[in-house]
């Protein structure tokens, strides 16, 4: 076993901003204790990672990000997981290939995505990886059949007996997943040499890892007893505030002229036509509300040409610097987005597309802070009287600030690291 100061630290992430940051943060840590620690992700991130001091090698081209987060049917209830797998071969193949070069000077440990496990095994037989950790940044993604059981916008009621709930989850690996997830997978052990899959796509990402790590607090998502095991239990990884980027001078100078704006932000994956229809509806609801607003996206062609003096646009704004200074929040549902606004006890709604959006969003409201709704069901009507909810509400500002205080107590990242390197040793 290797001491702490040769320790090497291969991560692998596919997505986001949103699914990147958890990980650069774990990157950066371990680098300052010493560590040796290598993020493989997207090519896209690379303008994130230059200058940031993470050792990293980027995986695919601009093209092939851009070509996944554009493509419609990734926010699709029933084809979102066709999106995800249809290049899910080469991006095996590449994982495999980075973490090959990664390793060159001798195997390292692995902390996983839950996409990019498969990859990591693979690694792990092929002698370029010692141990792996999968790593969970929302609740949803890892799978329960105790309550509360959600699938995508759907909640299985608390009365359905847990046998039923098995064979739920059964039937949706055999009909759904299986025929596209096992067949990429065994693809890719047969190029590698490797045997096929032993096990279902769901219950190999989930059992074949030596353990897990969930990167969100229990008062957020308590741990379910059929989760995998053995578990660390993190916090959200969030950017501390002396690291916050300062607003923008139009931002900035937008704030100080005028009441406190809602602010409306899609998130930087959300490359759907339902995002640009949400600030269409934005622009109306703003308008019957009285209200001044603020549309964070990158994609400039989501928000309309003439907005109104009343709605600033940007592209981007640091959200612990500018949520406190703001009335609420209407996202997307990522669990970042709704991780910062429970920080800054800022209302939010939760219009949410697809994936972990839907639990996100209604843990918020559990919490008390926020509601939630499907994207598919925004209208000028219904977005108005939703946020007029929201701002109403006599209970939500005292909510928010009982939410807020749990990250007083939250768990520092350094002894995050200290437990999963602990893990690593004894697992």
């Known amino acids: ?74 926010w699709h209830p029933s084809r979102g997981f066709e999106s995800v797998m249809r290049d899910y071969k080469e991006q095996l193949l590449q994982m495999v290939e980075a973490i090959r070069q990664a390793t060159e000077d001798g195997p390292a440990m692995a902390l996983a995505y839950p996409f990019a496990v498969p990859a990591a095994m693979m690694a792990e ?22 309550h509360p059981m959600r699938i995508g916008d759907h909640i299985v009621p608390k009365w359905v007996p847990v046998v039923w709930r098995k064979a739920l989850w059964r039937l949706i690996e055999t009909r759904k997943v299986d025929p596209t997830g096992v067949q990429r997978v065994d693809a890719v052990r047969k190029i590698l040499q490797l045997p096929p899959m032993a096990s279902s796509f769901l219950t190999h990402i989930e059992s074949a890892p030596d353990f897990t790590v969930t990167l969100f607090p229990q008062w957020f998502a308590p741990t379910m007893p059929d989760w995998p095991k053995p578990l660390v239990s993190g916090d959200f990884q969030l950017r501390p505030p002396d690291e916050d980027i300062a607003l923008p001078d139009r ?26 229809h949400m600030f269409k509806c934005a622009v109306q609801a703003t308008k019957t509300l009285g209200a001044r607003a603020i549309f964070l996206t990158q994609e400039r062609a989501q928000v309309p040409d003439d907005l109104p003096a009343n709605i600033h646009w940007e592209s981007y704004a640091s959200l612990s610097a500018l949520l406190p200074r703001c009335k609420a929040i209407i996202h997307h549902g990522g669990v970042g987005t709704t991780a910062e606004a429970l920080r800054a006890a800022t209302p939010q709604l939760v219009t949410a597309f697809g994936w972990d959006q839907y639990d996100n969003g209604s843990r918020a409201a559990e919490q008390g802070a926020g509601l939630v709704m499907s994207a598919h069901k925004l209208t000028p009507r219904n977005l108005t009287q939703a946020i007029g909810k ?12 009982i939410a807020s205080r ?6 520092p990242t350094e002894a995050l690291c200290v437990n999963i390197e602990r893990m690593f040793n004894t697992s």
Do not use: W
């Open 251 to 276: 931002l900035r100078s937008f704030l100080s002229s005028g009441s406190e704006p809602l602010v409306f932000c899609s998130g930087s994956g959300v490359v759907h036509p339902k995002a640009k």
């Open 125 to 146: 037989e092929l002698g370029h990886i010692e141990k792996v950790a999968s790593v969970y940044l929302s609740p949803s993604t890892l799978r329960t059949c105790h």
């Open 406 to 411: 749990h990250f007083d107590k939250q768990q």
């Open 390 to 401: 929201l701002l109403s509400s006599q209970d939500m500002p005292t909510n928010c600030v």
């Open 1 to 74: 076993m290797h001491g702490p100061s040769d320790q090497h630290y291969v991560l692998i992430t596919v997505g986001t901003f949103g699914d990147v940051f958890p990980f650069m943060r774990i990157a950066k840590m371990l680098t300052r204790m010493g560590r040796r620690a290598t993020l493989i992700t997207n090519a896209y991130h690379s303008r994130l990672l230059e200058g940031s001091g993470i050792e990293y090698i980027g995986i695919g081209t601009d093209e092939d990000y851009r070509r996944f987060i554009t493509d419609p049917d990734l």
